[in-house]
């Protein structure tokens, strides 16, 4: 069985100050790691993807995430805030490729 | 710029009623997936395709849901009837399927309102 737990369903940063979003997952094999992000009103978008390559992924956006295996964790991050980074990320782990299992998410809001 | 397209956007109707939701993947994806989306539950997969055919849809109520592809340009998910539970905001999503992991492409979303 596999699934992700995204711990903080919500997290307020200050513009220009570091963002951390959580995520750790369980998972009996090998699992491929992605952050999506849900803009109000939108469908999701794929933020970056691990498939097994380098630990350290850079996605869209100035957001990157490390696959950490010791940890189960693929925690997103982003050295800077910006206004237009309020949204909701979401975490999901597959190992087929077909079935995602998605986190329940985080709300994360920017203050100016 | 390629997108996955959903229709209607927005749709409220009475309980009883039927609803169908169209949603039109990426040309050339071969991957369908349809979800729901709530406050309480989150994102939930109701059915998914590979090739038009129909893979799994244990997540999805089978005595009143149905999910179909009458071609691979478009995928319809029916509800009949209607209940106001089913209040939801549902996606679908695409994928190429040409390797695994398949990256899901997100359409905007069908908000729909049971009353």
């Known amino acids: 069985a596999q699934s992700v737990t995204q711990l903080g369903s919500h997290v307020s940063v200050s513009e220009g100050a570091l963002v951390l979003l959580r995520c750790n997952y369980s998972?009996?094999?090998?699992?491929?790691l992605f952050w999506y992000v849900q803009y109000p009103n939108q469908g999701l978008q794929l933020l970056l993807k691990?498939?097994?390559?380098?630990?350290l992924v850079k996605g869209i956006n100035g957001f990157e995430a490390e696959f950490k295996k010791s940890e189960t964790s693929f925690h997103l991050t982003k050295p800077s805030a910006h206004m237009s980074d309020a949204a909701e990320y979401f975490c999901?782990?597959?190992?087929?490729?077909?079935?995602?299992?998605f986190g329940t998410g985080t709300s994360l809001t920017v203050i100016p | 710029d390629a997108r996955v397209t959903q229709t209607p956007r927005d749709k409220v109707t009475e309980m009883g009623q039927e609803v169908t939701m169209r949603c039109q993947p990426i040309?050339?994806?071969?991957?369908v997936f349809w979800y729901r989306q709530t406050m309480m539950q989150g994102l939930e997969l109701l059915a998914y395709?590979?090739?038009?055919?129909?893979?799994?849809d244990s997540g999805m109520p089978k005595d009143r849901f149905s999910a179909e592809m009458p071609d691979a340009t478009l995928a319809t998910l029916k509800i009949q009837p209607s209940e106001p539970r089913d209040s939801a905001v549902y996606f679908c999503?695409?994928?190429?399927?040409?390797?695994?992991?398949?990256?899901?492409?997100f359409g905007p979303g069908t908000r729909l309102t049971v009353l």
């Open positions: 998972s009996s094999v090998p699992p491929y």
């Open positions: 691990y498939t097994s390559a380098a630990t």
């Open positions: 040309l050339g994806h071969n991957t």
């Open positions: 999901a782990v597959t190992n087929t490729g077909n079935q995602f299992y």
């Open positions: 395709f590979r090739n038009r055919a129909p893979l799994d």
């Open positions: 999503a695409s994928g190429p399927g040409l390797r695994s992991p398949d990256t899901q492409y």
